[in-house]
């Protein structure tokens, strides 16, 4: 697929999980070498200047709020941050603004109360990290499912961490085609592998898609 443009824009924050983010990143950055997919890709933060993430890397975002073009689709990632952004309102007032015309709106892991804070999931299905799921279904306007992703329309959330790179393949499959999908997974090598490491007990404490088969 020639020619595919779009501002698609991840939203990053002090404490945001590391993987939730590059991971899609990575997909989405393959879907431009392979299918010339998104462009500009953006890294976008409340201010200019490095980004303390969850686990010691600091990056750089590309974009300010004050900086950041309209977006046609925008991912917010989660981690122990997004508790205190859920109560940050000029993050939330930036999201539900860029979802005003936005194509589509995404979450990884605990960015869905970050989506659901700025208005944007309620009366919907959803996922997230899967020790959240009680507090997502806490909240009590959102249908709580227990998936790798959801897609409601066009917002899509996924369950934690790593989940964020099935979501943005399915995104992509979505939008480009199984075609290019393939050949972003193809050229990353993403083909996880069904090794399921621990006990049945400890498995069993992952969401549903996760538990062992009776």
Known sequence: ??????????????????????????????????????????????????????????????????????????LVPGGQGTRREVSNPVLLDFVAAQARHAQAMLSVCTGSFVLHAAGLLSGKKATTHWASLDRLRALGDVTVLEERYVQDGTVWTSSGVSAGIDLMLAYIASTAGDEVAGQVQLAAEYYPASVRYGSAELQARGPAYLRPKA
Do not use: Y
């Open 1 to 74: 697929m020639k020619g595919f443009k779009m501002n698609f824009g991840i939203l990053v924050f002090d404490d945001v999980e590391e993987l939730d983010f590059v991971g899609p990143w990575e997909m989405l950055t393959m879907w431009s070498k392979v299918a010339e997919g998104p462009s500009p890709c953006l890294i976008v933060a409340q201010n200019p200047g490095p980004v303390r993430c969850a686990k010691g890397l600091s990056i750089n975002p590309h974009v300010s709020f004050a900086d950041c073009p309209p977006l046609d689709c925008l």
